[in-house]
């Protein structure tokens, strides 16, 4: 079981106007079922639409196997004048065995500005498992 992780790795790679900020990012869950990120985010200004963004990372060497925003996935967020809280849950992450980081970043409903961006700064270890990577599959002897 992965225990939840809150601003686990100081975000010193950040960048951003700060109209809404990320002020708190957990990794919730287990490798072995959901995987999931609590993202809070915090307006200075009130903003219509905005894009919440999340990429995987794998550490060894850098290659992004994860890529996914709320406007690919079709979520919307509305006004967002308050405090707002949203979880991103996955089933599983077919990835093989090692380190990964999550970037997570809030932009402009148009992609013309970045709110506040956090590059690598969520940690996430898939432990190694018997039976593999990849989707759920079956064999057959004939």
Partial sequence: MLPETAGAVAVESRFGTLEVE????????????????????????PVEEPIVGVSLHRVVDGTKVLDVSTLGDRTTLGRVGVPTTLELWFDRLDVEAGNYRFDVGVYERGWAAVYDYHWQAYPLEIPPQSSGFGPPRRWRVL
């Fill in 22 to 45: 990320i002020t708190n990012v957990a990794v919730l869950g287990s490798p072995d079922s959901a995987v999931g990120l609590r993202i809070e985010l915090l307006p200075h200004a």
